[in-house]
Every structure is written in structure tokens, then in C-alpha cells.
């Protein structure tokens, strides 16, 4: 088991299977099938508490540009119909992360 867990994204859902933001592009993504982060029932809250927000961020547009994706992704057949440059832009993804394993980091 890993030390800590991370999570790049615009938040973390109590629901480890959900989402939470995001947008969909084109009809056959994946993503379709992955749900929505909804307040879960029995504890009242959206977030996953046990993460913490690091000081790390990056919008879309950054993220697909550096990676080079974006330049792939506009240069396929009828993309403008589903991507907007601008839209990117605007969704920003954040770095979070929660111990999996609980120690100690004192001596006795």
C-alpha cells in the first residue's frame, strides 16, 4: 500500500468512485459513466476531509498543453464542435493528498 494517496483534480468526492466538476466532450468519453460527487447520506458532506489541498494547481488548457494533447486533440476532424481553448482555461485542477498509513515521524 502506497504511503500517501493524491488526487489531481478540481476537488475530492467522499465517493471515491465519483467526480466531482469536470465536463464531458464528445459522446463516446469514457467519463460519461463515472457519476456526479453527491453529498453522501449518512455523513453530510461532498468533500473527502481526510485530503488536504496542496500548493500545486493547474487549469486544463495547461495541463493538455504541456503534455501536448491539445495540439492533438485540435487538430482532429470536428473538435471545435466539442473543444473551446477559452473553456479550458477555466477549469482549474488542484493537487491534493491524505497519508494512507498512519505513523509516527518522532522517536521514542
Same mark, same amino acid.
Request: hydrophobic residues 35%.
Given at each position: ?6 488526487? *489531481?483534480? !478540481?476537488?475530492?468526492? +467522499?465517493?471515491?468512485?465519483?467526480? +466531482? ?5 464528445? !459522446?463516446? $468519453? &469514457?467519463?460519461?459513466?463515472?457519476? #456526479?460527487?453527491? *453529498?453522501? $447520506?449518512?455523513?453530510? +458532506? ?10 500545486? @494547481? &493547474?487549469?486544463?488548457? #495547461? ?9 492533438? =486533440? ?10 473551446? !481553448? @477559452?473553456?479550458?482555461? @477555466?477549469? #482549474?485542477?488542484? =493537487?491534493?493528498?491524505? !497519508? ?9
Amino acid at each position: 500500500m502506497p504511503v500517501a494517496s493524491t488526487v *489531481v483534480a !478540481p476537488g475530492t468526492c +467522499i465517493d471515491p468512485a465519483a467526480k +466531482i466538476g469536470g465536463r464531458r466532450y464528445y !459522446p463516446t $468519453e &469514457i467519463e460519461r459513466k463515472t457519476p #456526479q460527487c453527491k *453529498v453522501d $447520506e449518512d455523513l453530510k +458532506i461532498l468533500e473527502d476531509p481526510r485530503y488536504s489541498k496542496k500548493d500545486l @494547481s &493547474i487549469t486544463e488548457y #495547461q495541463m493538455m498543453k504541456e503534455s501536448d494533447a491539445l495540439n492533438v =486533440l485540435l487538430g482532429m476532424r470536428l473538435a471545435n464542435m466539442y473543444i473551446n !481553448p @477559452s473553456d479550458l482555461q @477555466s477549469q #482549474q485542477f488542484n =493537487l491534493y493528498s491524505r !497519508p494512507t498509513i498512519a505513523f509516527k515521524l518522532e522517536c521514542e
